[in-house]
């Protein structure tokens, strides 16, 4: 059966789950979602997902939405490294440093809210309203990693949940100007994913529509 993924290609929660789709070696098939465009509000895509957000995965009969929930599942039936560890507490710090960006960052520098905020301020009140978040959110990520179990990344020796998730927050503060070059945990993890395919493989720049052949139909 086919897997779906229905991302758009700068989309921090999609960029999570092309990371881990790489790690775990899971083929799919790309359903380009144009945000600009409100493709995201079709009727075609809110009935696959009401809240009108992407990702949205589709894989073994179901059809799944929110990323962390799609990276656990991805976790929980797929062989490959081991995105979140056995033990009870290693999950639950994985948890929490992925929580950090996903439920503290991200909600309130998406599109929906930046939208908003230039709406009301203008957009030196946007710019200001999301390089103050990210810089703020990646110090207290930088922070955490300095309790527990920090190795080459951000759990441990190998790539988890957390790094699949820190790693878009990244590519989200070069992209407005946030300088995190003095959070040395951060500045390791993001060196030691460097190395590896899978988070190559995941990058924006592969999936930029301004990029890529006007004849490639998966990208």
């Known amino acids: 059966m086919k897997v779906v993924l229905h991302d758009y290609w700068r989309s921090s929660a999609s960029y999570r789950v092309r990371i881990a789709l790489a790690l775990k070696g899971v083929a799919y098939h790309r359903a380009p979602v144009d945000l600009m465009a409100d493709a995201q509000r079709s009727p075609d895509h809110l009935?696959?997902?009401p809240q009108g957000l992407v990702p949205v995965l589709q894989i073994d009969g179901l059809v799944l939405t929110q990323s962390l929930a799609i990276i656990e599942y991805l976790d929980e039936t797929r062989p490959g490294p081991r995105l979140l560890p056995l033990d009870p507490a290693g999950r639950a710090r994985?948890?929490?440093?992925?929580?950090?960006?996903a439920s503290e960052i991200h909600p309130i520098s998406n599109l929906r809210v930046l939208k908003r905020v230039e709406a009301l301020g203008g957009s030196m009140a946007r710019e200001r309203w999301n390089t103050d978040n990210i810089r703020s959110g990646?110090?207290?990520?930088?922070?955490?990693l300095a309790k527990g179990a920090t190795g080459c990344f951000c759990h441990g020796e190998g790539p988890t949940m957390a790094d699949c998730?820190?790693?878009?927050?990244?590519y989200n503060a070069s992209r407005w100007g946030v300088d995190y070059s003095h959070l040395p945990r951060i500045v390791a993890v993001a060196r030691n994913c460097a190395t590896l395919p899978a988070f190559a493989a995941a990058h924006p720049d592969c999936f930029d529509p301004d990029k890529l052949p006007a004849t490639d139909p998966e990208h």
């Open 138 to 144: 990646l110090a207290s990520f930088e922070a955490l």
């Open 94 to 101: 994985i948890r929490a440093l992925s929580q950090t960006v």
């Open 47 to 49: 009935t696959m997902n």
């Open 165 to 170: 998730v820190l790693i878009p927050q990244l």
